[in-house]
């Protein structure tokens, strides 16, 4: 389902700025139970290509709540694609992102590449990478909604993430300045520069658009950002770039809101495509790490705005 570049949604959504009453309503909902530790979000599974009731609703409460879960399974090592594959039908999630440097399957194996043309992406080395949500250089009708990360082998040393979420960053946003909201649903604000490939013709084009949209059938929340400074160009306007300072000081600040932590083999997250990083990582001679991850055009089922809070 594609997203609408407009500022609100055709039906009545928290997210519209010009709907106090109810952001207020779903703002005390949102913050009532949050999740205050990486602790409160990890559920145990025993296998999660064959789910049980029980497990799946513990699954789904917690990405009601935070649009992402962690999963400890038992699968350990198991390299098996299914596991990951399984987990995003669980939750409806069908129609994978099968970008240029995805396996067969839609899956990225993300792992030290020194060869080929995965060498020359960052995730593809050991390199720290910055906070960002995944696809936010994709067009407008292929963004990415739903993202899934399954552990199959963890760094010996590094290769943690951060997470956050990102109705909680429009939250904090908003609260403080409602202008920032405005300034960051600006159709321009994000430019994305093209992509060369390397014979020098243009791989992708130039995208712009918004950091945060609407759903205008849902009335969800959707947001396409990095930090990195050289892969994006930023309207140039007084607002835009306090905004832009405030959202980054919330992702950097220690709070409740910002989850760290390492998934280890058999764990994974899910979700709606959160705010997240990766610290920088070494391997070693027997220990080198892979983590699958899957890219889904569409949210995680029973997440919607709708569903969760009945607007």
């Known amino acids: 389902m594609s997203l609408s570049n407009r500022k609100t949604a055709v ?6 700025l010009n709907n106090d009453n109810l952001y207020e309503k779903w703002r005390d909902i949102k913050l009532e139970g949050y999740p205050e530790s990486l602790d409160d979000l990890v559920v145990e599974l025993n296998d999660p290509r064959m789910l049980s009731e029980s497990e799946h609703q513990k699954l789904l409460s917690l990405c009601q709540k935070a649009n992402m879960v962690v999963y400890a399974g038992k699968t350990g090592d198991d390299p098996d694609p299914e596991i990951p594959l399984s987990m995003g039908r669980a939750f409806k999630l069908l129609e994978l992102d099968h970008n240029w440097l995805a396996d067969k399957s839609g899956l990225t194996s993300l792992k030290v590449v020194d060869e080929g043309a995965r060498q020359n992406f960052i995730p593809y080395s050991n ?10 250089y994709n067009t407008v009708n292929k963004q990415i909604h739903g993202l899934n990360l399954h552990c199959v082998m963890p760094a010996p040393e590094g290769g943690e993430n951060r997470l956050m979420d990102h109705e909680i960053v429009y939250l904090q946003l908003r609260d403080e300045n409602p202008d920032y909201i405005r300034a960051l649903m600006e159709n321009d604000v994000m430019v994305i520069p093209p992509r060369m490939g390397q014979d020098g013709v243009i791989a992708r084009k130039e995208e712009s658009g918004p950091v945060f949209s609407i759903n205008p059938v849902t009335g969800d929340l959707h947001m396409r950002y990095t930090i990195r400074t050289e892969n994006v160009i930023w309207k140039n306007e007084p607002v835009t770039m306090e905004a832009l300072a405030r959202l980054e000081y919330f992702l950097k600040v220690d709070s409740k809101y910002n989850y760290q932590g390492k998934l280890e083999s058999g764990m994974g997250l899910v979700s709606n495509n959160v705010l997240h990083d990766r610290s920088a990582f070494e391997d070693s001679d027997s220990q080198k790490r892979l983590i699958y991850r899957a890219r889904y055009y569409a949210r995680l089922a029973g997440t919607s705005v709708s569903d969760v809070y009945g607007v």
């Not at 039906?11 to 519209?16: E, G, I, M, N, S």
């Not at 390199?127 to 936010?136: F, K, L, P, S």
């Open 127 to 136: 390199r720290a990478i910055n906070w960002h949500t995944d696809g936010y």
């Open 11 to 16: 039906l009545a959504t928290p997210f519209d």
